[in-house]
């Protein structure tokens, strides 16, 4: 019923920057905070940014400076615009939302996290 579909994800030099995209589909009525997630080898999903529907952002302390959250509510996208990458941003980006279906039944990923995309940052 609602498809996430994370893309812009690749390999990159230290330093480098990448701009990732999460487009939403299905019965959405409408979408209130949307995220951007990751995942190293090894570790537990981490939070790395969010946005509410009006454009209030949150970012995980490590990312405040390199990161950037956005998002186009026309076309139910969020974006993330990554710079000055480190090699310690290795890891499987996902993104997540919260949003409102037709027939007034809430979404959000819970274990259903889908592929992701991967992110290397490498010299």
């Known amino acids: 019923q609602v498809q996430l579909v994370e893309s812009g994800g690749g390999l990159v030099q230290p330093g480098g920057s990448l701009r990732l995209s999460c487009a939403a589909s299905g019965s959405i009525f409408s979408i209130y905070t949307m995220g951007w997630y990751r995942r190293a080898p090894g570790k537990e999903r981490e939070l790395v940014a969010t946005?509410?529907?009006?454009?209030?952002?949150n970012y995980a302390d490590s990312m405040k400076g390199r990161f950037t959250i956005s998002r186009d509510n026309v076309q139910n996208t969020v974006y993330l615009q990554m710079n000055d990458l480190k090699p310690e941003d290795t890891a499987v980006y996902y993104c997540?939302?919260?949003?409102?279906?037709?027939?007034?039944?809430?979404?959000?990923?819970?274990?259903?996290w889908g592929q992701g995309t991967q992110v290397t940052v490498s010299s």
């Open positions: 997540n939302a919260d949003i409102q279906l037709y027939g007034g039944t809430l979404y959000r990923r819970t274990d259903a």
């Open positions: 946005i509410s529907s009006n454009g209030v952002t």
